[in-house]
């Protein structure tokens, strides 16, 4: 049986320099959730607790067929509904879309089916929230940020100004891939890829 490592397959996905860069990507598929909220607040908490069973619903039934996966970093949107900057805006005024990246080989209606399958089984009605859904997000600017969540606008500041230099406009949300896990990594050394894309 094949093992699909999405983190392997697409390193150039998963990677990113210490200085800002331009990057682009195709349209990829996702496991979604949205909410609003805190980071690492209530809601977000039980959304992250939905996802991750229904990403490994789909690994186990692709498993039985015989195309196992390994299940990817978990992912996030983030956006506000005023035109203030984010960061000006109260945390709990936050919106987000939590992703799970999926192999192409997932299809629409085997969703479907281990959706109800894993909802039913979870008895978690916020399963049945998940969507599944492909994103394109075109060229980007993107950099690694180093260090605790609460550090990034040093790194925002450098992918929005080279933005500026290079004479482009944020054409999408604000991405990031928590390559690390807060439960077992010192904050100091956190890695999260910080993405905009760009036009």
């Excluded at 085997?110 to 894993?118: A, K, P, R, T, Y």
């Amino acid at each position: 049986m094949t093992k699909s490592d999405l983190i392997k397959e697409y390193k150039s996905y998963y990677k990113a320099g210490i200085k800002p860069e331009r990057v682009s990507f195709n349209k990829i598929p996702y496991l979604t959730l949205e909410g609003k909220g805190a980071p690492a607040g209530s809601e977000f908490v039980d959304k992250v607790q939905a996802l991750y069973p229904m990403a490994y619903g789909l690994k186990k039934f692709y498993k039985n067929m015989g195309k196992d996966f390994g299940v990817p970093k978990l992912e996030g949107l983030w956006w506000v509904e005023e035109d203030r900057p984010a960061l000006e805006v109260p945390r709990e005024e936050w919106h987000w879309k939590l992703m799970i990246r999926m192999p192409d080989f997932v299809k629409e209606e085997v969703f479907v089916s281990v959706q109800n399958e894993v909802a039913e089984k979870k008895k978690n009605k916020l399963i049945r929230e998940i969507r599944f859904e492909a994103i394109l997000d075109g060229q980007c600017v993107q950099m690694m940020h180093i260090g605790p969540y609460s550090t990034e606008p040093e790194t925002i500041r450098a992918i929005l100004s080279f933005i500026d230099e290079n004479g482009l406009t944020v054409n999408g949300l604000h991405h990031e891939i928590y390559l690390s896990d807060p439960r077992k990594t010192a904050p100091e050394k956190m890695k999260t890829i910080i993405r905009y894309p760009v036009k």
